[in-house]
């Protein structure tokens, strides 16, 4: 069964803030953390949601997790290609860290929005679905 453009644009566009949100709650730990840089989610493209319309595989990059044996002998969580270092940061402490508090709850706010809101589309695209079939429950 193929997925509709609009329901995969939407599971696309909610991978996206989840991996947003998890990567906003990192900074916010290492908020104290010495030399520790702010990071944010490359959005997705548009573009790529509808070239991805056609069903054809793709290929992704794999996960490495930092085991604390990795990180006992130096070694850093690797940044992923949709992860950057954040270059909206508004302060750098004297200890390199650039991650403002203020800042990260904004853009969590932010989040929590987007999220209602392809939430809510989730919700009236089911809804039509199921009026198109004939299931009004």
Do not use: C, W
């Not at 991805?52 to 490495?64: A, D, E, L, M, Y």
């Not at 650039?98 to 932010?110: F, S």
């Amino acid at each position: 069964m193929k997925t509709s453009p609009l329901l995969e644009g939407i599971h696309v566009s909610m991978k996206h803030l989840s991996e947003r949100q998890r990567v906003i709650a990192q900074n916010i730990a290492n908020s104290e953390t010495p030399g520790f840089k702010a990071r944010e989610v490359i959005e997705p493209k548009f573009a790529d949601l509808l070239s991805q319309g056609g069903g054809k595989p793709s290929v992704s990059r794999p996960r490495i997790t930092l085991t604390s044996g990795m990180a006992a002998l130096g070694a850093r969580q690797p940044m992923t290609a949709s992860i950057v270092l954040d270059s909206a940061t508004s302060e750098t402490k004297p200890d390199g860290n650039n991650v403002a508090l203020e800042d990260q709850l904004l853009k969590m706010g932010q989040i929590q929005a987007d999220f209602a809101t392809v939430t809510s589309l989730y919700r009236k695209q089911l809804g039509l679905l199921k009026s198109a079939i004939g299931r009004n429950g």
